[in-house]
């Protein structure tokens, strides 16, 4: 496609509940990228998939969140037993492979845990 | 945790004024860039300065990189309203994974 997509593009949930986040990078971009941001906060680095190597996992707040990516492409974050503190806006962005490349950012995902 | 420091945290300047934000980090570097968000939302790349580099350019923009300091400027000149934003500076390691890693971000406000 043309750009990242991710969807949906706002998702209320109850507490408790599992909710899974899509990424759509761009084609080609090895990279795939996830982060967290709380209102009017920085970016909190969640996870990074390069290729065929393993992910850094090593943003991931807690066991309760996971990722996916399939075939290279696409992507999914999972968060289980929602819980109020992670309501946020949760962004995906795409690389091509190589230290001089930027990123392209999806419009992100909004979650609202009531 | 934040590999990027932005300072300040939040600016607010008349239209046609240049605003100044810096960037600091903490390890070794590839390269740093600056991206924008609108509204919360997705960024948009700015400009990339190699760590090789001092100074680049990119129309009202102007980056600085200080490697010995680890230190970044961006520049914006002759500001206007929609120049309203977040900005973000944000750096890849010179080692092991090449992933992007950002800083706290500079609100900034343009009155026109």
């Known amino acids: 496609g043309a750009g990242v997509s991710q969807s949906p593009s706002n998702k209320v949930t109850e507490k408790g509940k599992d909710v899974e986040l899509r990424c759509d990078p761009i084609s080609g971009h090895t990279a795939l990228y996830w982060y967290r941001q709380s209102l009017g906060q920085g970016l909190e680095f969640l996870i990074y998939?390069?290729?065929?190597?393993?992910?850094?996992k090593s943003g991931l707040p807690s066991d309760r969140f996971s990722a996916e990516r399939t075939g290279g492409s696409v992507s999914t974050l999972t968060i289980q037993r929602t819980q109020q503190e992670d309501s946020a806006v949760y962004l995906c962005a795409s690389s091509l492979y190589g230290t001089n490349t930027e990123a392209f950012f999806g419009q992100g995902t909004r979650l609202t845990v009531v | 945790s934040q590999q990027g420091e932005e300072d300040p945290q939040a600016l607010s300047i008349q239209e046609g004024e240049n605003a100044t934000m810096n960037c600091s980090y903490k390890?070794?570097?590839?390269?740093l860039q600056w991206y924008r968000q609108n509204s919360g939302r997705g960024l948009v790349h700015l400009i990339l300065i190699r760590s090789n580099e001092r100074e680049k350019h990119s129309g009202r923009l102007r980056v600085t990189l200080d490697t010995s300091k680890k230190s970044s400027s961006l520049l914006i000149t002759a500001s206007r309203a929609a120049d309203t934003a977040s900005y973000f500076c944000?750096?890849?390691?010179?080692?092991?994974?090449?992933?992007?890693?950002f800083g706290t971000g500079t609100k900034l406000q343009v009155i026109p």
């Open positions: 390890t070794s570097i590839n390269n």
């Open positions: 998939f390069q290729g065929n190597s393993a992910p850094d």
């Open positions: 944000a750096t890849v390691f010179s080692g092991g994974y090449q992933k992007v890693t």
